[in-house]
């Protein structure tokens, strides 16, 4: 059998490395073929394009690209020339674009300049502003920083007396005047105030002494000597009840004492039975229990007006009385110094008030000033029967007379003229109405203070104390000394929120008094200022060539834009507070 030779596994034969000739010609015919066509492909696109760049004019264009570009980048932009633009970057640096001749012209932060588009014929920049506040110097002005409000009513008195002091309250509002508003549509405000004045209607009235009506002060006479009459003892009825009626020992007393010639007649004109005749000296007994009425001559301390240091001891008709004590006198003798009251002295006090419009006073006392007595004017009060007064209508803060029985000490009970809100505080540790030498009446006589009239400044500058709003104070008078310091005030039907308080007889704290009391704090306050400045918030570049193209283009400053407070947003000449490494 004839074997078929098998190819499943022989060897194929391999073909010939390369191309062939034709292979090759055929591939770089076709080559050149397609760069011909890419290179008259790319010479129309650049004819094409130098077409655009001619219509647009792609300098104007990019020109116009790159200054909206910086000014929106900008910290601040400046242009007080509508044909100049600053724009100044985050470090200080200046970039200005400015129009010379027909070429724009650049100034980099570095100094250098160029031409930056020319065939120019107009550069316009227009601004959008935007206002900027600041605070400025603040303002000072003397003048009255605070007063009590103004209270339609009829005035009555307010006492201020030993051991019964008077407190003030008041609070500095943060509101500043209209006049003081320096930018319109901002509110300026109080900063704070020196307490140097304070300006309210006062005056001082001397003590008083009750006249002699029933349950009035009554004293008996002396004995007018060594020889003595049948001794008396009555109650006047006269003008002033200073002795008893009867004469209080009826002899003159001898030759060389003629000093109780009066015997004990006293120096009122009371009734009563003669005190007998006497011997010796004077033969008249004693004159104060003449039966026929007569008047009789009272002592008193002649205080001028305006001149309180010239004080002098007169010797007065009962009748006459009345119209001294009314313009500053008083009762007695002048003591060496003068008056009897002129060692008295007015206290204030400045503390810390409980709250806004509180008077109480609160923690230490921040200062004291004190006024002689003799600088303030003489003020005027009058003895009243209590059926007439009613109360305190008319305008008076009422004194009434009471039997004061020392706690621990009865056996020395004593007839005191107290302010009306004191006597409760009396009552509750035992006092009586009326006088001792009644033992006791429900009979009162009392004495009506007029409220002053003329506003007196009293000088706290001393004090040196600074008020802040907001800050509650209260000042309290108190007097040391006998007398009577006496304030206008116009009554209100609450206590709440006066801003007065009082402390009643007997002890006890400040309490809150139905009162308003006119006055007026003055100083040197301070305010606060603004100032206003207006800043580029966004701007519009327009370009006229001189060909006749033109373009415009609006940015906006994106550090002011940004910015919805006035009081924020940088203004020329303030930079950002930059942090530098290792810093």
Known sequence: MKTIPSHRHGRVPAAPPGFTLIELVIATTIGAMLLVAVAEVAQIFGHEVEIVRDETDWRLEECLVRVTDDAKRAWVVESEDEHELVIVDALGGETTFSLEGSNLLVTRPNGSQGVMLEGVADFHVEKRMAQRLREAEQLESYGSFWQSPEIVGGTQSVTVEQELPVALGFTMSSAAPDWAHAVEGVDEQSVQAMLERVVLPLAFVPPQTNPGTSGGVVETGDTGGTDTGSSGKGKGKGLFNFGSGAGGGGSAGDDDDTSNAAGGGGKGSGKGSDGGSGTGGDTSGGSGGDTSGSSGQVSICHIPPGNPENARTLNVVDTLVAPHLAHGDVLGACSASGSTASSSVLHIDLYEAYAPDDGRPYGNVLGTISVPVSALPA????????????????GGSAHVTICHVPPGNPGNVCTLSVGEPAVQ???????????????GSTSETVLVYQAPTTAVPLDLTPFAAVIEPGRAHTLVFRL??????????????????TGIAAVSWGGGGYEPQPLAVPRALDGMRTYTQTEATDVVEALTVSFAMLDGKRASATATIMSQSTVANPWLGPLPGELPELELDGQ
């Open 379 to 394: 003020g005027t009060a009058t003895w009243e029967d209590s059926s007439l007064v009613g109360g305190l209508t008319g």
């Open 425 to 439: 505080g009396h009552l509750n540790h035992g006092d009586v109405l009326g006088s001792c030498e009644d033992g």
């Open 480 to 497: 040391e000394g006998p007398g009577t310091v006496v304030l206008a005030g116009v009554p209100l039907q609450s206590s709440s929120n």
